[in-house]
């Protein structure tokens, strides 16, 4: 990449120079590179421009090229703002001429592309990681609670079903919202922590095994699988131990907890995923008691003996 980038900043060097011996307009060209946000060609554009105007000024650009290029952007806005004040110990006095007149040559356009880097942010929000993982992400809510709700209704009847059924709350939302947050605040400022594909492709498989878990787990209960806990009995509630819940007691809350914590490692978001793991827990660690203690009213020893041989689904709930 380095090699690409150095061939690029030499051959926009000698762009220029033709450009001068053919007494071509340099601003448009220098222009364009802005707008590109090509940051090392503008910097050779601007630098390559300037050598017309001091006879020292090749050993100068040599030098500035030893110094990064925020640097070498700091040097230049700082003559602008106090051309008599030295900016680094890498340039000699003499040259101090040519880096005054760069200064106000190029102030304005630097200023700008300053102010473009700053809001790069939107390059990084449409690059292809992004797309790609927050596309996931919104395919993936969507369906999830799309689905919740068709199969509540083919299960329930469309009468006996709320938008409660679409199982979104105020503190999801919230959830949501911050998980998307941080996704942005650590795309803009740590892009390459989303580069891990290995972990957002582990997120994904999660996030579809999830999917399935929970979706199995409605399908095989059918109209014993409610949304809300159910505190009466009710002629159809029937035990079910078949299928999948042969091997979990409740596999509608593990489904849903490997579901929500996926999307977060799809997304490589190290802090929400650590914190909807934590909160997702939680709430199943409080909900599966309170539902077992009616569970049992309703199955007595028969459920007892099922809770005893099979586990609940949800680590280090019994």
């Not at 690409?4 to 051959?11: A, F, G, L, T, W």
């Not at 509630?237 to 091997?247: D, E, P, S």
């Given at each position: 990449?380095?090699?690409?980038?150095?061939?690029?900043?030499?051959?926009?060097f000698?762009?220029?120079?033709?450009?001068?011996?053919?007494?071509?307009?340099?601003?448009?060209?220098?222009?364009?590179?802005?707008?590109?946000?090509?940051?090392?060609?503008?910097?050779?554009?601007?630098?390559?421009?300037?050598?017309?105007?001091?006879?020292?000024?090749?050993?100068?650009?040599w030098?500035?090229?030893?110094?990064?290029?925020?640097?070498?952007?700091?040097?230049f806005?700082?003559?602008?703002?106090?051309?008599?004040?030295?900016?680094?110990?890498?340039?000699?006095?003499g040259?101090m001429?040519?880096?005054?007149?760069?200064?106000?040559?190029?102030?304005?356009?630097?200023?700008?592309?300053?102010?473009?880097?700053?809001?790069?942010?939107t390059?990084?929000?449409?690059?292809?990681?992004?797309?790609?993982?927050?596309?996931?992400?919104?395919?993936?809510?969507?369906?999830?609670?799309?689905?919740?709700?068709?199969?509540?209704?083919?299960?329930?009847?469309?009468?006996?079903?709320?938008l409660?059924?679409?199982?979104?709350?105020?503190?999801?939302?919230?959830?949501?919202?911050f998980s998307?947050?941080?996704?942005?605040?650590?795309i803009?400022?740590f892009?390459?922590?989303?580069?891990?594909w290995?972990?957002?492709?582990?997120g994904?498989?999660?996030?579809?095994?999830?999917?399935?878990?929970?979706?199995?787990?409605?399908?095989?209960?059918?109209?014993?699988?409610?949304?809300?806990?159910?505190?009466?009995?009710?002629?159809h509630?029937?035990?079910?131990?078949?299928?999948?819940?042969?091997?979990v007691?409740?596999?509608?809350?593990?489904?849903f907890?490997i579901?929500?914590?996926?999307?977060?490692?799809?997304?490589?978001?190290?802090?929400?995923?650590?914190?909807f793991?934590?909160?997702?827990?939680?709430?199943?660690?409080?909900?599966?008691?309170?539902e077992?203690?009616?569970?049992?009213r309703?199955?007595?020893?028969?459920?007892?003996?099922?809770?005893?041989?099979?586990?609940?689904?949800?680590?280090?709930?019994?």
């Open positions: 990449m380095q090699a690409i980038e150095d061939r690029c900043v030499c051959h926009c000698l762009t220029v120079r033709r450009m001068h011996a053919a007494d071509e307009p340099i601003l448009p060209f220098l222009k364009n590179c802005f707008e590109r946000s090509f940051l090392a060609v503008a910097v050779a554009v601007v630098m390559a421009e300037a050598t017309r105007i001091h006879p020292r000024s090749n050993q100068v650009i030098r500035c090229l030893m110094i990064q290029k925020s640097t070498l952007f700091q040097i806005l700082g003559f602008c703002d106090k051309p008599n004040t030295p900016s680094t110990d890498l340039l000699e006095s040259d001429p040519f880096l005054k007149y760069l200064s106000e040559y190029v102030a304005t356009p630097l200023r700008l592309l300053l102010m473009r880097s700053s809001m790069s942010f390059g990084e929000i449409l690059s292809y990681t992004a797309c790609r993982q927050l596309s996931q992400m919104f395919l993936a809510v969507a369906f999830f609670h799309s689905s919740e709700y068709i199969l509540a209704v083919a299960f329930h009847g469309r009468s006996n079903v709320t409660k059924s679409l199982l979104i709350s105020k503190n999801y939302l919230l959830a949501m919202i998307l947050l941080e996704y942005v605040i650590e803009v400022l892009p390459g922590l989303k580069e891990h290995w972990i957002s492709d582990t994904l498989a999660l996030v579809v095994i999830g999917e399935i878990i929970r979706k199995s787990a409605i399908i095989t209960a059918g109209r014993a699988f409610t949304h809300l806990i159910k505190v009466h009995h009710e002629e509630h029937r035990l079910i131990t078949h299928g999948i819940y042969r091997f007691r409740h596999p509608g809350y593990s489904g907890l579901w929500s914590v996926g999307t977060q490692i799809m997304l490589c978001n190290p802090i929400s995923t650590i914190a793991a934590i909160v997702v827990w939680k709430f199943f660690a409080e909900r599966i008691p309170y077992e203690y009616f569970l049992k309703f199955f007595g020893s028969e459920y007892e003996e099922y809770a005893r041989r099979i586990p609940s689904g949800v680590p280090f709930v019994k």
